[in-house]
């Protein structure tokens, strides 16, 4: 079947009545486009899951800095569509940055604590933009289940609490990661890296896998894990490190000590070249 595109706010509040008036159950898996097996991974588990399956393909203003790669951010609409179509997609919504943000636009949704940790401290008004984008998706779609993928894990968490103290009546499906065969995560900013910066990127999760073999050895005590894997970026100066820390993985809260039986992120973010990527990996102990 071939997928329908749809712009505008109209006509997809007019779909999903229609949707719901069936008594059929609806995924959403909200993007940025430039699709990726990350994407295509959420797109199946909605597939599996729900009676329709909606993907937005939009590239949020509002949560990109002043400095960031808002014009640059790598799009091909007409690739994104046949992969969708592929994957037996019901619906693309695609609307354009008016038909969201229109002149008169103001209002912001923001998960005010944990959006300012971690992430928040080197992109402070992005998941403000994330929460508001989310929202008004979420409003357009009234989807039963959404997917989210487990590479943004903060971003995953701040729309769980979102849904929660909003009592959004959503369930938020966070996807594991995906990698390439050599461990990078699949990102869309993957693009930007030249050969030389694909190369060395993999010094992310091959820290992130130091990290977790030193917790599942017996380390708890996060700075002694810190120190190790900070230790593998001095050799490599043209890697910025922005951060590495170990945080809890239902709050992202910074803990000084593991526990046992809780889970927890290793969480990296840094510059290479001009592009900044961050990675994780989910560690029980
Ligand atoms: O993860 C992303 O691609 C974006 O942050 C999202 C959730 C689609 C909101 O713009």
Redesign the pocket.
């Given at each position: 079947m071939k997928i329908k595109i749809i712009k505008t706010v109209d006509e997809i509040h007019s779909t999903v009545k229609a949707i719901k008036l069936s008594g059929k159950s609806i995924g959403l898996v909200?993007?940025?486009g430039f699709l990726h097996r990350g994407h295509i991974s959420l797109v199946k588990e909605s597939k599996i899951k729900n009676d329709i399956t909606i993907v937005s393909v939009?590239v949020?203003p509002t949560?990109f800095g002043p400095t960031e790669d808002l014009n640059k951010y790598p799009r091909d609409i007409d690739k994104d569509t046949a992969l969708l179509e592929a994957e037996g997609v019901d619906y693309l919504f695609l609307p354009d940055e008016k038909e969201i943000y229109p002149d008169d636009y103001e209002t912001y949704v923001e998960v005010t604590k944990t959006s300012k940790k971690q992430e928040g401290e080197f992109r402070p008004s992005h998941f403000k933009g994330?929460t508001t984008?989310?929202s008004i998706l979420f409003n357009c779609v009234c989807p039963d289940n959404a997917y989210?993928?487990r590479k943004?894990a903060q971003?995953a968490v701040i729309i769980k609490k979102m849904v929660k103290d909003l009592k959004m009546d959503i369930n938020v499906v966070i996807m594991p990661i995906i990698r390439e065969d050599d461990g990078l995560a699949l990102s869309s900013r993957n693009i930007y890296l030249n050969k030389e910066e694909r190369e060395r990127s993999l010094l992310l999760s091959k820290s992130l896998n130091e990290a977790k073999i030193m917790i599942e050895s017996g380390e708890h005590l996060v700075n002694n894990v810190i120190k190790k894997i900070s230790n593998m970026f001095l050799k490599e100066s043209t890697i910025h490190l922005n951060y590495i820390r170990i945080v809890e993985a239902s709050s992202f809260n910074e803990i000084e000590q593991l526990e046992k039986g809780k889970e927890y992120y290793i969480l990296i973010a840094a510059r290479i070249g001009t592009t900044r990527l961050i990675d994780n990996l989910l560690v029980t102990v």
């Open positions: 909200p993007t940025m939009f949020n949560q994330v984008i989310v989210f993928g943004d971003q």
